[in-house]
């Protein structure tokens, strides 16, 4: 079995309708435990008390903003390469979900930052490449909304979306690049060496994979509704074109 069979509309629809319960009931019972005992299981900090629990709604919103955008630029390239039109729908479905994502980690963090840096903004470079980051998302939201033609579309958000990566990599990598700058590195990181105690770091892994599986379940949902709604334009084409 090969993983292009997804990529027909008729096998993606079946294969999404059996795991999306699983998914989405996977994803409340994480999301539902890890910030439970995060909020409230968890001790104050001893430098930043309570604040310091933000980190279980910014840390993951951060990561899935930015994982959300390379997710897009997969489905853009499998576009461009092969004309697979899921790919595209997928991308289509996940700037909504990746701009929510953004914006909860712009908010988060400003709430979090002001008692920690005095100030509620800082143009710092992983800040900034995050706020354009964001703004990316908006451009290829609108883009697909003001194309009428779904191939030309699909065309020009991909190319949009290859352009967007560079601020997607900067929001990731730029405390690497760039030592000057109020944001910390990376408080978890898959090769090791976390910042953060177990303490914190337990329900942390909890809810950050509670929110990867909300993010899967929210674009199988939309991604299944931009098919459909593909499926109706048609038939209404058709039958115009018939009558």
């Given at each position: 079995m090969s993983i292009w069979e997804y990529a027909n509309p008729k096998k993606f629809m079946q294969t999404?309708?059996?795991?999306?319960?699983?998914?989405s009931g996977l994803a409340v019972i994480l999301l539902v435990a890890g910030l439970v005992w995060g909020f409230f299981f968890t001790p104050d900090d001893y430098k930043q008390g309570a604040t310091v629990k933000i980190i279980y709604l910014h840390v993951p919103s951060a990561m899935m903003a930015i994982s959300a955008w390379f997710m897009m630029l997969v489905g853009s390239l499998i576009w461009l390469i092969r004309r697979h039109h899921v790919s595209a729908l997928t991308a289509k479905a996940a700037a909504p979900v990746?701009?929510?994502?953004?914006?909860?980690?712009?908010?988060t963090g400003a709430i979090w930052g002001q008692p920690m840096w005095g100030t509620w903004w800082a143009w710092d470079p992983r800040l900034t490449s995050f706020l354009i980051l964001g703004l990316f998302y908006l451009g290829y939201i609108a883009l697909w909304a003001a194309i009428e033609d779904p191939d030309t579309a699909a065309d020009l958000t991909s190319v949009l979306c290859m352009v967007g990566s560079v601020f997607a990599f900067m929001s990731r990598y730029a405390v690497l690049f760039w030592n000057q700058g109020l944001?910390?590195?990376a408080s978890v990181s898959v090769a090791g060496g976390d910042q953060v105690s177990n303490v914190y770091g337990l329900p942390l892994a909890v809810c950050v994979a509670g929110f990867v599986l909300l993010f899967v379940t929210l674009v199988l949902l939309r991604t299944r509704t931009e098919i459909r709604a593909r499926r109706i334009k048609a038939l209404i084409a058709r039958e115009r074109a018939v009558a």
């Amino acid at each position: 079995m090969s993983i292009w069979e997804y990529a027909n509309p008729k096998k993606f629809m079946q294969t999404s309708a059996w795991a999306l319960p699983w998914v989405s009931g996977l994803a409340v019972i994480l999301l539902v435990a890890g910030l439970v005992w995060g909020f409230f299981f968890t001790p104050d900090d001893y430098k930043q008390g309570a604040t310091v629990k933000i980190i279980y709604l910014h840390v993951p919103s951060a990561m899935m903003a930015i994982s959300a955008w390379f997710m897009m630029l997969v489905g853009s390239l499998i576009w461009l390469i092969r004309r697979h039109h899921v790919s595209a729908l997928t991308a289509k479905a996940a700037a909504p979900v990746g701009l929510t994502f953004t914006v909860i980690g712009l908010v988060t963090g400003a709430i979090w930052g002001q008692p920690m840096w005095g100030t509620w903004w800082a143009w710092d470079p992983r800040l900034t490449s995050f706020l354009i980051l964001g703004l990316f998302y908006l451009g290829y939201i609108a883009l697909w909304a003001a194309i009428e033609d779904p191939d030309t579309a699909a065309d020009l958000t991909s190319v949009l979306c290859m352009v967007g990566s560079v601020f997607a990599f900067m929001s990731r990598y730029a405390v690497l690049f760039w030592n000057q700058g109020l944001h910390q590195g990376a408080s978890v990181s898959v090769a090791g060496g976390d910042q953060v105690s177990n303490v914190y770091g337990l329900p942390l892994a909890v809810c950050v994979a509670g929110f990867v599986l909300l993010f899967v379940t929210l674009v199988l949902l939309r991604t299944r509704t931009e098919i459909r709604a593909r499926r109706i334009k048609a038939l209404i084409a058709r039958e115009r074109a018939v009558a």
